[in-house]
């Protein structure tokens, strides 16, 4: 029989015909047949066109890996539970991966409000917006004032700034440490004065 002329034979004659020969000219009419059908399954069960489109080729490349290890008895039904899986593994995987995301950037929300409630209490936060924030960055020593203005106001990490500015890590930390408080202290004695 011509390799072009397959009108005729079954869906499950060409399974065991690509079982025997491995010849993937028979999963390609498989392909031609069901097509429309996986990717009407994949859409309804993804609800995008394109990973629609890309599940649908995907299943038909698992195709020529799981129709060698099945002994298929009814194609169409089998075709359409491998795709139903298929889409539902995608679903759960997209679910999994939507649930993390918003884990890690809650995880990130309260890593930062953590982080900063630990460096500067709420009375500091608000003083720190007063007009005086310039005079006060001003009044603190040189390695202070650029500690605390990468750290709050560039808004970069301990190691950042100890590889900007050359300062050891723990002395970026007690820069910043001492910058604050007495930068708190300037800002208390001249709101009172």
């Known amino acids: 029989m011509s390799k072009n002329n397959y009108n005729s034979v079954s869906d499950e004659d060409l399974v065991e015909y690509y079982r025997n020969s491995h010849d993937t000219v028979y999963v390609g009419e498989l392909y031609t047949r069901y097509t429309h059908l996986v990717y009407g399954v994949c859409m309804k069960y993804l609800q995008n066109d394109n990973d629609a489109k890309d599940a649908t080729m995907q299943i038909f490349e698992k195709l020529l890996k ?8 009814a194609f169409k039904p089998w075709l359409y539970m491998v795709v139903k899986n298929y889409c539902m ?12 995301t918003q884990k890690i950037v809650k995880e990130q929300q309260q890593n930062v409000e953590t982080d900063v409630d630990a460096h500067l209490d709420e009375k500091a936060e608000k003083e720190l917006m ?16 650029q500690c605390v203005k990468l750290f709050y106001l560039e808004e970069l990490s301990y190691k950042d700034i100890a590889e900007k500015t050359g300062f050891s890590l723990n002395d970026v930390k007690s820069h910043i440490q001492n910058g604050k408080r007495n930068l708190k202290l300037f800002l208390t004695e001249n709101k009172n004065g």
């Open 66 to 73: 799981e129709l060698k290890k099945h002994h298929i008895t």
């Open 89 to 100: 593994m995608e679903f759960r995987k997209a679910a999994s991966q939507k649930m993390n």
């Open 130 to 145: 007063l007009n005086g924030l310039e005079k006060g960055l001003s009044a603190l020593k040189p390695e202070q004032q």
